[in-house]
């Protein structure tokens, strides 16, 4: 009897998971088919996005030998197909490298141009930083002190990688502006900073060394002299004096 109990509690046991699969079933087949489909899609995604890094490293090597050799155009050309169609990272160096072309070619304005371009272009803040930084000495001489402290300001922010140079870019334009004690603040600022770079630092240090050559400090005005008492007062004074002390000796007496 035992067995039998058994037999009919395995069959009605197979019977509700035959139930609920049927119920089921396509619901965790389709979850399934997600996870595996999703699963691929990672996968391929980051194969696809591998080859375009193996593809646009290659193509920056390439461009960056032709600029070596002093092949100019082949390099300007190679670099404006990769910051055209390469990934980001790539595409902004390839602007940086075309904007080292224009300045080889002597076309500043269109160095900065594709400086700020490559700023745009990335989400990596030491590239964007430099970028930024780099358009501004691009563009030195070719707007205001005003313009280029908007501009360089906002790298100078404490964590920003590339502080102390744009701190440093400040503080020579605004010694070439003729702001000789806004230079040397700045300069002054950059030497005590323990954080600030050794080459900076010794930048400074010698551009203060110019500054107060060209414009010395103001020399602090002399501390005026205690004018001296009226003679009526100074006898005045004298007296008080004589009293007090004799009267202290007549009341040891």
């Excluded at 501009?151 to 701190?167: D, F, K, N």
Aim: charged share 25%; aromatic share 8%; net charge negative.
């Amino acid at each position: 009897m035992v067995d039998i109990f058994s037999e009919v509690e395995e069959e009605l046991r197979k019977d509700k998971y035959l139930d609920l699969f049927k119920k089921y079933g396509p619901w965790a087949a389709a979850g399934a088919a997600l996870i595996i489909a999703g699963v691929a899609g990672h996968q391929g995604w980051n194969y696809w996005r591998t080859q375009q890094q193996e593809s646009a490293s290659s193509a920056f090597a390439a461009a960056q030998s032709a600029l070596e050799a002093q092949r100019f155009e082949e390099a300007s050309a190679a670099f404006e197909a990769l910051a055209a169609d390469g990934p980001s990272g790539y595409a902004a160096l390839a602007l940086m490298q075309r904007a080292a072309v224009a300045l080889e070619g002597g076309d500043a304005a269109a160095a900065a141009a594709f400086y700020e371009q490559a700023a745009e272009r990335t989400s990596d803040r030491l590239i964007s930083d430099m970028a930024r930084l780099k358009a501004a000495w691009a563009s030195w001489g070719g707007i205001s002190f005003d313009d280029l402290v908007q501009r360089v300001s906002p790298l100078t922010a404490q964590g920003r990688p590339m502080r102390h140079l744009a701190r440093e870019t400040i503080a020579a334009a605004a010694f070439a502006d003729g702001r000789y004690d806004q230079a040397r603040d700045g300069y002054e600022s950059l030497s005590f900073d323990i954080d600030t770079p050794q080459g900076v630092r010794r930048r400074a240090g010698e551009a203060l060394a110019v500054i107060d050559a060209v414009a010395p400090r103001a020399a602090p005005p002399a501390a005026e002299a205690a004018p001296e008492p009226a003679p009526d007062t100074a006898i005045e004074a004298e007296t008080v004096l004589e009293t007090a002390v004799t009267g202290a000796d007549e009341d040891e007496e």
